[in-house]
């Protein structure tokens, strides 16, 4: 193993390389369709009106706001894992992708499923996912602290009642009710962009940077609580921003496109295995991950069952689990053979 | 206790009470060290020894009395100014994550640095003449996780040291050693004294401690009267040859030991089981 002190030079060089990465996933994401586009000619200012609306109206949109959100769930992702310090964390566990998956399914269920998603579910989403947040950090938070162990229960149990409230809900539905919540439970970009993608582009770098913020003490939190507090850190007072941080981010996340799965667990861990664990490097080499990740995964939902599409919360399980099993194995392989 | 004509002592931990959510761990402890000067601190288990050096590393905040180091009230300073003064190596799980010594030592310079600091060349030089004080230089590159108990002592050591200050708090630096590499950490942390430090040490080993350490303190327990805690005291403070006897082991630990003297004049403890 080599050291890998976080000096600027180093720092720099991640954050360019990260450009690059994200910036292929998203050309990835651009060139690819259910309807053929010829890109060259429509950024040189060809093609037809048809081909024009398709990839700058629909694609590009789609494209970018995947991107944003990619980047996000994966810092948040990063940075939780470290609150918790738990290699399995992931933003899903503080009841986000439940409570927020309940305030959508109410809002399909009294709006019906063919309201406008900013008028109707998007709100709803979010304001379910604070709901939830509420509940887990009032439940965490009773001793002063939020403890580690505290905070992961208390998000399980919260997530498993809105699931089940949910499921309550999905039950009394008419069909195409259900049909909708199904849909959105898994987690797409179907028919979004535009004023989400704006949304996000104010959301997703706010809350990356302020998670970079962080980075240093996340460093310390991520080694342990008593030489976190000994080297200088509030711990109570950084642990509640990482989690209002990571909660506020994740929550817009989910109210604009639904849980999608795997993004803020696979992706900080294979940035982790590329720019090692300092969450100076760690935080930006994440986003920028999921920004290249979360766009081509789309890509790929749009085609695969051409003419329909796939919901990308369906490939990104897909891929993402399968993956994840490879990075354990290969963890382990270190484990055994790093004593030399 | 001290000397009385010199300026303010490195540390100074006077009439302190601290506890957990009502419940009384120390009650009225008081010492001192000195610049140079190795200090042992020794008791029963779960009598409150780490308590007193998270009190004494600001950590945890006493319920009354005053801890200060060079003077200073610990209550007044900021964590990251109490950090810059003293160094606390906690009975911590280490990285999450797979870490390079050399990074774990950098930690050590997280008071230094501003927000958004990146390692410049004068953290990574005093991270490695750290490691080069603990001689540790050639594990620079090793993962923390792959270092034996011994290495993992030396590592986390050189990151208080890197840290810079005149304090340093050890919480059980040796459990889990063997023999030789008990020795080997009261050998360094002899050194560290010796180079002006003031260090506290918690331990279990009283003979190591009485050969190595300038004093030694002994906590007792405190009693539980109708439910309530009482909190640990000072069962003795002292030279280790004045205070290492069977009466202050057998009220600070409840056991009759035997105490012998070495060739050098060090109390020796002898058990029987």
Avoid at chain 2, 31 to 56: D, F, P
Wanted: glycine content about 12%; hydrophobic content about 50%.
């Amino acid at each position: 193993m080599n050291a890998r002190p976080v000096t600027r030079s180093r720092f720099v060089r991640v954050v360019a390389g990260g450009v690059l990465v994200a910036g292929a996933g998203i050309t990835v994401g651009l060139l690819i369709g259910a309807e053929p586009v010829d890109v060259p000619a429509l950024l040189t200012g060809g093609g037809s009106a048809v081909e024009r609306t398709i990839f700058f109206d629909l694609r590009l949109p789609r494209v970018l706001l995947a991107a944003l959100i990619g980047g996000a769930l994966a810092v948040s992702g990063a940075a939780f894992q470290a609150l918790l310090r738990n290699p399995l964390a992931e933003p899903y566990l503080l009841g986000i992708s439940g409570g927020g998956s309940f305030g959508a399914v109410l809002a399909i269920v009294a709006l019906g499923s063919a309201a406008a998603p900013l008028a109707g579910r998007v709100p709803a989403a979010l304001v379910g996912c604070l709901a939830a947040l509420a509940v887990v950090y009032l439940v965490a938070a009773r001793r002063g602290t939020l403890h580690p162990a505290t905070l992961l229960l208390a998000g399980v149990v919260t997530n498993a009642f809105f699931l089940a409230a949910l499921a309550c809900v999905q039950y009394v539905a008419t069909p195409e009710e259900s049909q909708a919540i199904l849909r959105w439970v898994m987690g797409g970009l179907s028919g979004q962009g535009g004023p989400e993608t704006l949304l996000l582009a104010i959301v997703a770098p706010v809350g990356a940077l302020y998670l970079f913020a962080e980075a240093r003490r996340l460093d310390l939190l991520a080694f342990g609580e008593e030489t976190a507090r000994s080297l200088g850190v509030d711990v109570s007072a950084c642990r509640k921003r990482v989690f209002v941080g990571t909660s506020i981010l994740t929550a817009v996340c989910v109210a604009v496109s639904g849980p999608i799965g795997f993004v803020g667990l696979i992706v900080p861990h294979a940035a982790r295995m590329v720019v090692g664990s300092g969450h100076r490097v760690l935080i930006p080499a994440a986003f920028f991950a999921g920004a290249a990740f979360l766009p081509a995964a789309d890509g790929l939902a749009r085609v695969v069952v051409a003419p329909g599409e796939l919901p990308v919360g369906i490939i990104t399980a897909v891929v993402g689990a399968p993956s994840f099993v490879a990075l354990l194995m290969r963890a382990r392989v270190g484990e055994g053979g790093a004593h030399g | 206790m001290g000397d009385t004509a010199s300026p303010a002592p490195a540390l100074e931990v006077e009439r302190v009470a601290a506890g957990y959510r009502g419940t009384r761990v120390l009650s009225e402890i008081s010492l001192v060290c000195a610049a140079g000067e190795l200090l042992g601190v020794l008791g029963a288990n779960g009598c409150g020894k780490s308590t007193l050096l998270r009190v004494s590393a600001g950590v945890v905040a006493p319920t009354s009395g005053v801890v200060r180091v060079g003077g200073a009230d610990v209550s007044a300073l900021r964590a990251r100014e109490v950090a810059r003064r003293v160094a606390l190596l906690p009975q911590d799980s280490g990285p999450l994550y797979p870490m390079a010594v050399l990074e774990a030592v950098l930690l050590g310079r997280h008071p230094w640095q501003p927000a958004f600091a990146f390692e410049g060349d004068e953290d990574l030089r005093l991270a490695r003449e750290a490691l080069r004080e603990v001689d540790a230089e050639h594990l620079a590159e090793r993962d923390l996780a792959t270092l034996s108990g011994g290495e993992r002592q030396r590592v986390l050591l050189a990151r208080a040291l890197c840290q810079g200050g005149r304090v340093l708090l050890c919480d059980e630096p040796t459990s889990h050693l063997d023999i030789r590499h008990q020795a080997a950490v009261f050998r360094l942390l002899r050194t560290v004294a010796d180079a002006g430090r003031a260090v506290v040490v918690v331990t279990h080993d009283v003979n190591l401690a009485a050969q190595a350490c300038d004093r030694l303190v002994f906590l007792r327990a405190g009693a539980t009267a109708d439910g309530v805690a009482h909190g640990a005291t000072l069962e003795a403070a002292g030279r280790p040859r004045d205070v290492v006897t069977p009466d202050v082991l057998r009220a600070a630990y409840g056991i009759d030991v035997a105490v012998d003297h070495d060739h050098d004049g060090h109390p020796v403890v002898r058990r029987r089981l």
